[in-house]
């Protein structure tokens, strides 16, 4: 996934719009290293972007770790080096934004790895939703932690959600539409959000082609397999 230099000055300049206020009031003229380290075992996620945070401020990096390798506590991600005060400009921008990205690669890969040691087939991705201003960090860091991604936004697949459906007059209203919902996008997939049992087996029978599976325990989401199963025995 790429992410441009304008993007990346776009976020250095929500941290560091003017100068830097405190290395201003030191007037220092030393030269200073960086040297940002692990705490914990984590998936390494985004150290190219540290790097060229510290560079577009006029620093040089050197990495050490790259991404999706994992890092042992203790371990050095990223060195910058460069003037006292850009060197003190890129420091919080490069740790912040490797603690978020670096965790939920971690997280990403924990979770691959447990689901696939259950089957190989399965694949975890990632909802369209991300905190403000942070999507392509997100997105980047769940790839880099072996996941995938479920939905890029509004305009890349169909999901009707509960409050898609209410529009309707009843629930069975909404399943009428569905024949028709597919006949307006042959070349997509129609997916529905269900939050029971019942709801699932109703939206298997009118057709759609993904049940989104909400807030299911593990036994529900057996259920709800068995039921897709049974209703569409060769499509497992």
């Not at 399965?122 to 997105?139: G, Q, V, Y």
């Not at 009118?206 to 199963?229: H, I, T, W, Y």
């Amino acid at each position: 996934m790429h992410i441009s230099d304008s993007e990346i000055l776009a976020y250095i300049a929500q941290d560091l719009p003017y100068f830097d206020l405190t290395t201003s009031l030191q007037d220092v003229k030393k030269q200073a290293v960086l040297k940002i380290f692990t705490r914990q075992e984590v998936v390494v996620s985004c150290a190219d972007i540290a790097a060229r945070v510290a560079k577009l401020l006029g620093c040089e990096a050197k990495i050490f770790i790259q991404n999706t390798q994992k890092a042992k506590p203790n371990d050095m991600i990223v060195q910058i080096f460069g003037s006292y005060s850009d060197v003190h400009k890129a420091w919080k921008l490069a740790q912040i934004m490797l603690e978020y990205t670096c965790k939920i690669a971690t997280y990403t890969n924990q979770m691959t790895l447990l689901a696939k040691a259950e089957n190989e087939k399965c694949e975890i991705l990632t909802t369209r939703k991300s905190f403000p201003f942070a999507k392509k960090l997100c997105l980047k860091a769940v790839i880099e932690g072996g996941g995938g991604v479920h939905r890029l936004g509004l305009s890349d697949s169909i999901l009707f959600f509960k409050n898609h459906i209410i529009a309707y007059a009843n629930f069975n209203e909404f399943l009428a539409q569905i024949p028709s919902f597919k006949a307006k996008m042959p070349e997509r997939k129609i997916a529905v959000e269900a939050e029971s049992l019942d709801q699932t087996k109703e939206l298997l029978k009118a057709g759609v082609d993904v049940v989104q599976c909400d807030k299911f325990s593990p036994q529900m989401l057996e259920n709800a397999v068995a039921l897709r199963d049974e209703i569409y025995p060769t499509q497992g």
